[in-house]
């Protein structure tokens, strides 16, 4: 499984910097937001072998919904935000996200 997402917080700063670059606003927290769901979704999908449960921002947490749109579980993150996670240990991170969407998967 491979997504192109920014791993590490010097990729983060690099992906910032293309965006300001090409006129787009941009800020470190955007783009790990977007790291963090787009792995997060990628676990999923490999966990369960297939698109069947589909991730979203709910405010500082990922929320996990089934094909028909019902609520089934929320990521939390372990400290105050999935940014600060980030930060703190993006491979920490990766873990626990790895280890959330494999719980989730065999819970079905």
Same mark, same amino acid.
């Given at each position: ?10 990729? $983060?700063?690099?992906?910032?910097? *293309? *965006? +300001? ?22 676990? &999923? ?12 921002? +709910?405010?500082?947490? &990922? ?9 089934? +579980?929320? $990521? ?6 999935? $940014? ?8 920490? &991170?990766? &873990? ?11 819970? *079905?």
């Amino acid at each position: 499984m491979e997504i192109d997402v920014p791993e590490t917080m010097d990729e $983060v700063k690099k992906e910032v910097a *293309r *965006r +300001q670059a090409n006129g787009e606003t941009a800020t470190e927290a955007d783009v790990i937001k977007k790291t963090v769901l787009a792995s997060f979704q990628a676990y &999923l999908e490999f966990a369960e072998e297939g698109h069947y449960d589909s991730a979203q921002w +709910q405010g500082d947490n &990922l929320e996990v919904t089934d094909i028909m749109k019902k609520p089934i +579980q929320t $990521v939390k993150p372990q400290t105050d935000s999935f $940014v600060s996670d980030f930060k703190a240990s993006n491979d920490a &991170l990766f &873990l626990y996200l790895q280890e959330a969407a494999a719980k989730i998967a065999g819970m *079905r």
